[in-house]
């Protein structure tokens, strides 16, 4: 069996504008689930007349809910990258995140990549002159067009 190098060109890179409709279109489904989340519980509460409940979900504080959006995120980001090697949102930029030799990220890199999302205004480092934005350059993964990818390594790895 051929053993073929391969190695992430910039003409598989996926786009400034590619990055950044997806960041927002992740923020919206992250906060979508998070108020989804918080009305389930207020529901449920009410239906089963646990007021404490209901009562606990509507009057949570900021801090508390700064830390319940913080592990949606972070569940979100993980878990759907480390399943299907995407987002929702890369899911219709048609991208994918993968290492530089074209595999699929492992844990530490996902959560090493994850994690770095957490730092004030990662999600602009992208925008500068390198399309890779921070948690890219500290998981050493790269976000690429998926049609593009699967042509160049000649085997559709991501379906």
Request: with cysteine; charged share 20%.
């Amino acid at each position: 069996m051929e053993n073929k190098e391969f190695t992430i060109t910039a003409d598989l890179l996926a786009s400034r504008a590619q990055r950044f409709l997806n960041f927002i279109m992740d923020f919206l489904i992250v906060y979508i689930i998070w108020i989804s989340l918080g009305t389930t519980v207020i529901i449920i509460g009410e239906i089963t007349s646990i007021y404490a409940l209901s009562n606990w979900a509507e009057s949570t504080t900021t801090n508390e809910k700064l830390v319940f959006w913080l592990v949606i995120m972070f569940l979100y980001y993980f878990l759907t990258e480390m399943y299907f090697s995407r987002t929702f949102a890369k899911y219709f930029s048609k991208t994918i995140v993968v290492t530089k030799d074209g595999t699929k990220p492992g844990f530490n890199a996902l959560l090493k990549r994850t994690l770095s999302r957490f730092i004030p205004l990662e999600c602009l480092t992208f925008l500068g002159s390198n399309a890779r934005g921070l948690h890219d350059l500290s998981s050493e993964t790269y976000v690429v067009k998926k049609h593009k990818f699967n042509k160049k390594k000649g085997v559709v790895l991501f379906p």
